[in-house]
């Protein structure tokens, strides 16, 4: 939608520079104003100026790992590259180049993705990645590194719903925000992380799934859950 005309892109196999896939996940606009797109079956880039789809990754081309090419989020590393979340491990993509990098979970490296099994991403103000695994909690990629930290919102092993993140977001205050599935925790960046908190929600003790933080121009936090808008 361009603010005056609907249009809608459909998957049409076997056709130069249209869109191969259907079951989209995620979209992301880099720097350039290209648009790419996630889906269960690859990656795809949209060049606006010419309407033209390139897929770039192809799910059933991932010989060893099939589910590398499952896209679940997509944001920036900072600079020109993507970095992917996806239902196989965490994926950096190289525009430029076309090639990826995949880290996935070896048991052998307890410093190694703790999960392959990517709901969401989130990059601080440092560049460092905040990867939200399902359904183990939280692990922690630092600038230039290739190990992994671990974290978990709730030490109870039978806590698994609030273990289930969905959503991660960085305010303006450089807090972060963490949408489970039993409710929203936040953190100071920087901070113990024993610090971290639960907000109770207004008027009930349930749980109540988080779908999405927004942020407004006063610095108000909007939470989008299961039980209605906070």
Request: charged content about 25%.
């Amino acid at each position: 939608y361009d603010g005056y005309d609907t249009k809608q892109y459909k998957k049409t196999p076997n056709v130069s520079g249209a869109l191969q896939f259907d079951s989209i996940t995620s979209l992301f606009e880099d720097r350039r104003q290209r648009i790419w797109i996630g889906s269960r079956d690859g990656l795809a880039v949209f060049e606006p100026e010419t309407e033209i789809f390139k897929t770039v990754i192809k799910a059933e081309a991932e010989q060893a790992h099939r589910e590398a090419g499952n896209i679940r989020t997509i944001i920036s590393d900072g600079a020109d590259g993507l970095w992917l979340g996806t239902r196989g491990g965490l994926r950096h993509f190289n525009p430029e180049t076309g090639q990826s990098e995949i880290y996935r979970h070896d048991p052998r490296q307890p410093d190694s993705l703790s999960v392959n099994n990517i709901e969401t991403l989130a990059r601080d103000p440092q560049g460092g990645l905040w990867i939200a695994t399902w359904p183990s909690g939280l692990d922690y990629l630092p600038p230039g590194s290739r190990q992994f930290q671990h974290y978990r919102i709730s030490s109870d092993s039978q806590s698994t719903l609030e273990n289930n993140i969905k959503i991660l977001f960085f305010d303006s205050a450089r807090r972060l925000w963490l949408g489970t599935e039993a409710g929203v925790f936040v953190w100071q960046f920087g901070g113990d992380w024993a610090n971290r908190k639960k907000l109770p929600l207004p008027g009930t003790t349930e749980e109540a799934r988080v779908y999405q933080f927004a942020e407004d121009s006063n610095g108000t936090i909007w939470v989008a859950t299961a039980k209605g808008l906070l």
